[in-house]
């Protein structure tokens, strides 16, 4: 059984692993082929100053695209080995440079002949192959430049998380819910203040009874997040009381509620919404704009802790 072949994808990096194992193992023997004392882990450095001559630790992690560290290190167990030493630097005597030693120049002609013959050996490996593997490798590594692994597995976990909670319409059996969330939310910041009690004391005159609306996120049967419609004419609406469960964020849950009362608003005729929020609160502000709110003209606020007011014009509203 060949468990990383039936594990497939998601075992991506043990197999490139076990794959650059195997030609690790015969580079080894391949360096004895041509009397070439270099570990293969060597190898880029060693290329590198036989390239440039010299060099900083610093510039060849950045020409080869490795950590600092990792160079470090083969640094110091080449200099061991005696192929490389340390010195000032020709045209900066302030910095210590790499360059290779009496022994390590010795290499040269064993690795310049080793280089060609590997070339044409790998040339014909890949021409066996149905796929082309070095530019399936560089778009790989440009893919990953661009948005890092750990990065889109964190996505597809706040996707699936997301999906597994539903948006409803709020009912009174669900009022403790509501203020309870949004209490919890703003006394973890800030102080609650009396417009927050009249809204939460009295959703249903307060949102409901104008024409507004309270969507809840439910998981698992436990209300996890809520989000208000406050109906301030005929077309135009306040986002407000937009809580999520501590241990809920982060799961694109608060993007799902926006989103919803957006749709629900848009249903409404609601040709413009606008929110009052604090700068402090950086998620909640990065969600707004990538929803398309933008900062607007201050208005009077019956909040003392919102020092941002951010709107949204609306297309396609039922008026349209």
């Given at each position: 059984?060949?468990?990383?072949?039936?594990?497939?994808?998601?075992?991506?990096?043990?197999?490139?692993?076990?794959?650059?194992?195997?030609?690790?193992?015969?580079?080894?023997?391949?360096?004895?082929?041509?009397?070439?004392?270099?570990?293969?882990?060597?190898?880029?450095?060693?290329?590198?100053?036989?390239?440039?001559?010299?060099?900083?630790?610093?510039?060849?992690?950045?020409?080869?695209?490795?950590?600092?560290?990792?160079?470090?290190?083969?640094?110091?167990?080449?200099?061991?080995?005696?192929?490389?030493?340390?010195?000032?630097?020709?045209?900066?005597?302030?910095?210590n440079v790499v360059r290779l030693a009496k022994k390590g120049r010795a290499q040269v002609p064993g690795m310049q002949a080793q280089m060609r013959d590997v070339a044409v050996a790998v040339e014909r490996l890949l021409g066996r192959m149905r796929h082309d593997l070095w530019r399936a490798i560089e778009e790989l590594e440009a893919l990953l430049d661009k948005e890092g692994l750990y990065a889109r597995v964190r996505t597809v976990r706040k996707e699936r998380a997301a999906a597994a909670v539903e948006i409803i319409d709020y009912e009174p059996r669900f009022h403790e819910d509501f203020r309870r969330l949004n209490r919890a939310w703003v006394e973890r910041y800030f102080e609650l203040e009396e417009a927050d009690n009249e809204v939460l004391d009295n959703p249903e005159e307060r949102v409901i009874g104008p024409g507004g609306c309270i969507l809840l996120a439910r998981r698992a049967g436990e209300i996890v997040g809520t989000a208000a419609l406050l109906r301030i004419d005929a077309t135009t609406f306040e986002l407000a009381k937009m809580s999520v469960s501590p241990r809920e964020q982060g799961k694109g849950i608060g993007r799902r509620l926006a989103t919803a009362v957006l749709d629900r608003a848009r249903s409404l005729g609601a040709r413009r919404v606008f929110l009052e929020s604090n700068t402090r609160l950086t998620p909640a502000v990065s969600l707004y704009s990538s929803l398309g709110f933008t900062p607007m003209a201050s208005q009077p606020s019956p909040f003392k802790r919102c020092n941002i007011q951010m709107e949204l014009l609306l297309t396609g509203g039922a008026s349209d």
């Open positions: 059984m060949d468990l990383l072949q039936e594990l497939g994808p998601v075992a991506l990096g043990s197999r490139l692993r076990r794959l650059g194992d195997t030609f690790a193992a015969d580079a080894a023997h391949i360096y004895g082929l041509y009397g070439v004392t270099l570990q293969p882990r060597w190898f880029p450095v060693f290329h590198l100053l036989c390239l440039q001559e010299e060099s900083t630790i610093t510039a060849m992690a950045r020409d080869i695209g490795c950590s600092h560290p990792v160079v470090s290190q083969a640094v110091k167990e080449m200099r061991r080995a005696g192929l490389v030493e340390t010195a000032p630097g020709r045209t900066d005597g302030r910095v």
